[in-house]
């Protein structure tokens, strides 16, 4: 085929045009110091290639979900006090939220549930006391608050009304006066009154060397209901009007012991704080420990609404109601109307006798304890 050369001249200027366009682009290529592999065509445009990106900024890392507080550690957050243990209860039918207690001091207000048809029957350290009802273990009021870590759970117990019923608890309340350290005794008209300081710790190491349970006035009231259970060897240890022989020679010994024990206290004559913690002060009445116009105590001569006067005034000295001790042990029904609409609940006479189940709570009796009287008197008494 023959070109003319006007063909030829076209063809010939493309190809002159073509070499120079790749001889510019290596050289771009070169200038710039890349390497890139590429084909030519007439009708291609190269493709851009988007750069990677990086980010300075680290992953952030998933929130962990706080691990919820229990019951106990919810109240212990309440307070600051190093001191503070949160108790907690558990056991068939309790439902108790847990209490803020303080260690080395006695247990307070400690629950007493009730349950149609069943008998509680305290707490206890472990599931296994409590289901045995180890009457040695049983924890309530009389005992110092001990915890690990700041908590301490405690294990209810229950029995029935039959068993309750036929444990046939017989509650003695043992009543004191004064004190000597001279053996013979005194010699004056209140000789009776007064017990040797070496028989009265004798018997007190009886009933701590003999694991006696020591209830505290809210569980004799609940025992009287028969809503509370009281193992056999349960005793009540008082003493009458607080006198300064019972401050400095007895109380030191139910301290040293770990016994608790209740001083009825005329808070006319005396208004300072418990000797010690092992010692309630509950009321002797204000200003009745006094003969009115009969001769006879105040507490059988005055109206309902004078008593129950005297007794809230005693009441807010001491911080405390539940029980009152009658002066000369003298009451009447209108004594215990008074002593109703003061707000106490029990009333503590003078005549022989023991506490049990449906016992008057306003005509409690007492074992008295009288000068000469020795451990072993003690023990035919109490166990």
Not at 156 to 170: F, L, S
Not at 173 to 183: E, G, S
Request: proline residues 7%; hydrophobic residues 40%.
């Amino acid at each position: 085929m023959t070109v003319s050369r006007a063909e030829h001249r076209r063809r010939t200027s493309r190809r002159v045009r073509l070499r120079r366009t790749i001889v510019a682009t290596v050289a771009v290529v070169l200038i710039t110091g890349g390497v890139a592999a590429f084909a030519l065509t007439r009708t291609a445009s190269p493709t851009p290639v988007a750069e990677p990106t990086t980010s300075s900024e680290p992953t952030p890392s998933p929130t962990p979900t706080p691990t919820p507080l229990s019951p106990a550690e919810k109240l212990l957050a309440t307070t600051t006090d190093p001191k503070a243990c949160a108790v907690s209860f558990v056991g068939d039918g309790i439902a108790l939220e847990p209490q803020l207690q303080t260690e080395d001091v006695r247990y307070d207000e400690l629950p007493l549930p009730r349950a149609d048809g069943r008998v509680f029957a305290g707490w206890y350290p472990t599931a296994a006391e409590a289901a045995s009802l180890n009457a040695a273990e049983r924890i309530n009021g009389a005992d110092l608050v001990t915890c690990t870590d700041r908590e301490r759970t405690l294990y209810a117990a229950w029995t029935t009304p039959d068993a309750n019923a036929a444990e046939d608890t017989a509650l003695p309340i043992l009543m004191y006066h004064q004190f000597t350290r001279n053996p013979d005794g005194e010699d004056n008209w209140l000789r009776g009154n007064y017990a040797y300081i070496g028989d009265f710790d004798a018997q007190m190491a009886h009933i701590q060397d003999g694991k006696f349970y020591l209830p505290t006035w809210d569980e004799v009231s609940a025992f009287i209901d028969g809503a509370l259970f009281l193992p056999k060897r349960s005793v009540v240890i008082t003493d009458d009007d607080a006198d300064s022989t019972w401050l400095e020679m007895a109380a030191p010994i139910v301290d040293g012991r770990n016994l608790l024990t209740t001083s009825f206290v005329i808070t006319s004559a005396r208004t300072e704080p418990t000797p010690n913690r092992f010692v309630l002060q509950r009321s002797h009445t204000h200003d009745m420990h006094r003969a009115g116009a009969n001769g006879k105590g105040r507490m059988v001569n005055d109206d309902a609404a004078t008593i129950a006067a005297d007794l809230e005034q005693s009441a807010q000295i001491l911080g405390a109601k539940e029980v009152v001790a009658y002066p000369f042990g003298h009451y009447n029904d209108t004594t215990k109307e008074g002593v109703r609409r003061a707000g106490f609940e029990l009333g503590r006479g003078i005549e022989p006798g023991y506490v049990r189940i449906g016992t008057d709570k306003l005509a409690l009796p007492v074992v008295r304890i009288d000068y000469g009287m020795t451990v072993d008197d003690l023990r035919a008494k109490i166990g």
